[in-house]
């Protein structure tokens, strides 16, 4: 067990560009989530998946990201036209009903738009 | 909507104890997480209690009340590694595994 991985620590882009994060959950979990972190606060909820069933889906997740786990492994989240905004670590988590639930994540996306 | 409250900031001296509070108010419970957060690393899961009462592991404890939205982690025999950002977090609403987390509790350990 090698627990939650992302890819790529950080990620550098420019106002306008796509960027794409990838999240390898743990892998007897079938629960992927998505969270978002700025300097300062706790994690905010972004989008969670069961199996490959995007089940629910934050008001923070605007229309210029998407998220997808197509064969109910890894996952991925895409950011298009991405704003200054948008600059925050990335988290991913995953988690096992019969563990409570426990969520389990990995070290983030750190992403950076100029 | 979803309320977690935690103070910003704790000082403490190697060795002593800590209680970090987390006040909470949220429509639905099923249980309160505690995270600790290193600075640019994940969060790591440290306590759950879904009923009220004290859980006890090695030097962290959680405690939990359900009918006055309270909880502690209680940290002892401190140690400069204890050094870090503690998340309050709560499972609530119709979402199993979707927590709500309060701001974070930077502790600073001296020594």
């Known amino acids: 067990d090698t627990g939650v991985s992302q890819d790529p620590r950080h990620k550098i882009t420019k106002r306008g560009q796509n960027v794409t994060f990838r999240c390898d959950p743990i892998?007897?979990?079938?629960?992927l989530y998505w969270y978002r972190q700025t300097l300062g606060q706790g994690p905010e909820f972004l989008t969670y998946?069961?199996?490959?069933?995007?089940?629910?889906k934050s008001r923070l997740l605007s229309d210029r990201f998407s998220a997808e786990r197509p064969k109910g492994s890894f996952s991925t989240l895409e950011i298009q036209r991405t704003e200054q905004g948008d600059s925050a670590m990335y988290l991913c988590?995953?988690?096992?009903?019969?563990?409570?639930?426990?969520?389990?994540f990995g070290s983030g996306t750190q992403l950076s738009v100029l | 909507g979803q309320n977690i409250d935690q103070p910003t900031e704790m000082t403490a001296t190697e060795g002593a104890i800590v209680q970090i509070n987390c006040t909470y108010q949220?429509?639905?419970?099923?249980?309160l997480f505690w995270y600790q957060q290193h600075a640019g690393e994940a969060p790591t899961f440290l306590s759950y209690?879904?009923?009220?009462g004290l859980e006890e592991k090695g030097r962290f404890s959680s405690f939990l009340s359900r009918s006055k939205g309270y909880s502690y982690l209680l940290l002892k025999e401190l140690q400069m590694k204890d050094s870090a950002s503690y998340l309050c977090?709560?499972?609530?609403?119709?979402?199993?595994?979707?927590?709500?987390f309060g701001r974070g509790t930077q502790l600073t350990v001296w020594p």
């Open positions: 988590a995953s988690s096992y009903r019969a563990d409570n639930e426990k969520l389990f």
């Open positions: 892998s007897e979990h079938n629960r």
């Open positions: 998946f069961q199996n490959e069933a995007q089940l629910e």
């Open positions: 949220t429509s639905g419970f099923n249980g």
């Open positions: 209690n879904v009923l009220d």
């Open positions: 977090a709560v499972m609530g609403g119709s979402t199993l595994g979707r927590l709500y």
